[in-house]
């Protein structure tokens, strides 16, 4: 009886063990606010734009929101780089690349939905909000479970906007920085966890 508590204690420990080094900090803290900071600028940029000099969605698309993708990308893709050559991993583990596939497509496939909307003329508030609470599910499934919590209640409020405030300035505005505090969030949390888990 007393060899049948000890195996179970074991596999706990192993399972224990297995998790928490499937759960890893994928992007420093500092990646987020920097998207959060982008992500505001790009924002009060688009409102100033659209009502002083009457912009369209697709004209704010190219002329703002194509600049912020590139110069909060480079932030990040600084931050991958710095996360690899820390963890020293192999992106030709299996983990790696099911990862960067899963994201990337992720990514990809939102902006190209984006842009087509804003081409359309539909609106994009919740949109944006709902867009940005999925990458966080997507790197809340190679993170720290945590992750989730800022991922679903920006669904929440996504959804939410959808409804009943998914057209106009001021919704747009308004997601804008509903998403930049959601990064700023992100960061912040993602902070503290890396200190109680990685010490």
């Known amino acids: 009886m007393d060899e049948q508590k000890r195996i179970l204690e074991d596999v706990r420990i192993i399972k ?8 890893r900090l994928l992007l420093p803290p500092w990646a987020y606010f920097s998207w959060a900071l982008v992500v505001a600028a790009g924002t009060a940029l688009s409102y100033l734009l659209y009502r002083g000099m009457g912009f369209s969605g697709i004209q704010l698309a190219l002329t703002v929101w194509v600049p912020a993708i590139i110069i909060g990308g480079s932030f990040e893709m600084v931050g991958w780089l710095s996360w690899l050559k820390k963890e020293e991993l192999v992106l030709r583990t299996d983990w790696m690349q099911r990862m960067l596939l899963s994201f990337c497509g992720v990514v ?15 609106g994009l508030a919740g949109f944006f909000v709902i ?13 720290w479970k945590e992750v989730f919590y800022e991922a679903y209640l920006l669904l929440f409020i996504g959804v939410l906007m959808l409804l009943f405030a998914n057209e106009g300035a001021a919704a747009s505005l308004a997601a804008g920085f509903i998403c930049s505090a959601g ?11 890396a200190r109680r ?3």
């Open 16 to 23: 224990s063990t297995l998790d928490s080094e499937e759960a």
């Open 108 to 122: 990809v496939g939102l902006m190209a939905l984006g842009f087509s909307l804003s081409a359309s003329g539909s």
């Open 131 to 143: 867009s940005l609470s999925i990458c966080f599910m997507t790197l809340g499934s190679y993170s």
């Open 183 to 193: 990064f700023a969030a992100a960061g912040i949390h993602l902070k503290i966890l």
């Open 197 to 199: 888990y990685d010490g």
